[in-house]
Structure formats: structure tokens, C-alpha cells
């Protein structure tokens, strides 16, 4: 055995001896005793701090993958390609993920699509600019300079649908969602709001599967560009004038429901995805 290592084999024995004697001191304290009870809520909350750091640390990737895979699992259901116990990174594939430029709409080349995370620019200072009121129809206060979109393909690489990140304020929360449209940029495929925190029952009958139903085939644009798709009080009549335009407004919930017209109405309009989609579509 080498010269430091029976140094450090006998500081070891040192310490060993006198741990133990510290803790039979300690036990052998009367149970009352104010230093019994100090040291055993000491050593309990320090063991506990260690073994919570510990897991916050050897779980952190574990949790990334799980967020990732959850979002993958939200942008294959709005697209209708979510199967219960299918492979999400293989039914992902199916994706092509690109960032763009909000206000040229044009592709991002210098922005990564496999690290952005337009959820978080939003709230950078760097990546994100304030909204004045007027501009400010969803009050998300500010916006992203770039955004991810997701470009459904099929086999031969045609497009198939474009998923758009979209959020917007509520009554109670924020609600964060995605929107898919046709390769046409105008027609709806889905929605879906995967984290809010609107009423259960009320507003948050926006997770609601036969609502979100009814957003299938509805236009976003009309004859003049401008975003006009919203929800109204109370339900559609099919045979009613724009009814395309008009989807079913959430009972007792007109709050949340305004919150989401307005959110489709910055997300789609100038300030959001109007010129990405003029770009992709052309007239
Ligand atoms: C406990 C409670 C929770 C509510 N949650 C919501 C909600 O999540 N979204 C919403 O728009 N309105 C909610 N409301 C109702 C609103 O206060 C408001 O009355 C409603 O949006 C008006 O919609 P209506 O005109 O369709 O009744 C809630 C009301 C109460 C008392």
C-alpha cells in the first residue's frame, strides 16, 4: 500500500471513531433532551436535502425526455396520427421541424430546431420583444422572434399539415396549445391546448374532444387575408351565413372562449404566422 493511501486509510479511522462516538454520545441523550433533538432533525433534514438534490439531479434528463416526448405525443394527436402505445419518435419522424423568422416568415437558418424551445424565447428578453396593447389581442405581453413549425409529410414528401404552437390568455391561465392546418394554410385539421389551467366543467371544456371536433374543416381566412375564424355564444347552425368561420362557443364559459378567438386571431394575424403562411401558400 502506497504512502498516501495509508495515510488516508488511517484519517478514515479517525473520522470513523469519532463519528461514532459523537452519535453514541447523541443517543445516549435522554429522548427529550434539546441536543438530541436539534441533532436528529439536523441530520434528518440534511440526509433528506442530499437525497432530493440527488434525485433533482439524476432525474433532470429523464423529465426532458419525458416534456419532449409529451409535446411530441400533443402534435401528433392535433394532426389525428396519435395511437395509445405507439412509438412517438418514430410516429414523429414523420415531421420535419423548422424554425422561422415571426416577422419576415422567413426560414431561421441560424436558429437550431432541435434546442429552440419558443415556449422559453418568449420570456427571454434577447429572443422576445414586448407587445404594445393594441397589437397585443392574445395578452401574452410578448412574443417570440421565432418560432417552430412543424411540417407534416407524407411518403413521397408531400405536405400534409402544419402545426403551429399557439397560446393565448384565458380567464384563469394561459393556455398553450397547437394548431394544425391544411397544406392549404387556411383550412383547420385540429386544436388542442395541452397545458391551461381554465375551469374543469367550464373553461376548461377546451380539452374537450368533441369540441375540438368541431374545429375540423373550419377556415381561417377570409376573401381579404384577414384572420375571422372565432367562436360565438352559443352553437353553430350549419346552414347559417360564414358558419365556416364560426365554431361553438363553450357554455358558461364565454370568457375562455373569447380568450381563444383572440389567441387565433394574433397567432394567425400579422404578428404571428400571417406572413410564414403567406410565404408557404402563395396566391
Ligand atoms: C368558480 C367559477 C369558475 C369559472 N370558470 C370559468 C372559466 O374557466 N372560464 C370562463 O370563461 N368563465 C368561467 N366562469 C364564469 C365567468 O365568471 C363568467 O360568468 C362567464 O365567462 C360568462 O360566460 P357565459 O356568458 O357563457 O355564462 C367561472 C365562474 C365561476 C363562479
Known amino acids: ?104 416568415g422567413e426560414l431561421a437558418k441560424d436558429v437550431d430546431p432541435n434546442t429552440y424551445d419558443m415556449r422559453k424565447a418568449a420570456k427571454d428578453f434577447k429572443l422576445s420583444e414586448p407587445l404594445p396593447r393594441d397589437k397585443d389581442v392574445a395578452s401574452i405581453k410578448r412574443k417570440p422572434k421565432y418560432a417552430t413549425v412543424y411540417f407534416l409529410k407524407d411518403e413521397n414528401g408531400e405536405l400534409n399539415a402544419l402545426v403551429l404552437p399557439v397560446w393565448g390568455y384565458g380567464l384563469w391561465s394561459t393556455m398553450y396549445g397547437f394548431l394544425a392546418l391544411e397544406p392549404d394554410c387556411n383550412t383547420v385539421i385540429g386544436i388542442n391546448f395541452y397545458d391551461q389551467k381554465e375551469t374543469p366543467g367550464l373553461g ?47 357554455a358558461g364559459a364565454t370568457l375562455t372562449s373569447n380568450g381563444v378567438s383572440n389567441l387565433i386571431r394574433f397567432w394567425l394575424g400579422e404578428e404571428g404566422y400571417k406572413p410564414f403562411l403567406a410565404k408557404q401558400c402563395p396566391k
Not at 380539452?207 to 384577414?226: C, E, M, S
Request: glycine share 6%.
Open 1 to 104: 500500500m502506497s504512502e498516501t493511501s495509508m495515510q488516508f486509510a488511517s484519517t478514515l479511522k479517525v473520522w470513523r471513531e469519532r463519528a461514532k462516538a459523537y452519535a453514541d454520545r447523541i443517543l445516549s441523550l435522554p429522548n427529550d433532551s434539546f441536543e438530541k433533538t436539534l441533532s436528529v432533525a439536523f441530520w434528518l433534514c440534511l440526509v433528506c436535502a442530499v437525497l432530493v438534490a440527488f434525485s433533482a439531479v439524476a432525474l433532470k434528463s429523464l423529465q426532458e425526455d419525458n416534456k419532449a416526448a409529451d409535446m411530441r405525443r400533443n402534435i401528433l394527436e392535433v394532426v389525428g396520427l396519435w395511437r395509445e402505445g405507439a412509438d412517438i419518435n418514430e410516429a414523429f419522424k414523420r415531421f420535419e421541424v423548422k424554425v422561422i423568422d415571426l416577422k419576415t
Open 204 to 250: 376548461g371544456e377546451v380539452v374537450n374532444p368533441n369540441w375540438r371536433a368541431l374545429w375540423k374543416g373550419k377556415r381561417i381566412y377570409d376573401q381579404a387575408g384577414t384572420p375571422v375564424l372565432r367562436l360565438i355564444k352559443g352553437r353553430v347552425n350549419p346552414g347559417q351565413e360564414k358558419a365556416e368561420f364560426l365554431v361553438d362557443g363553450l
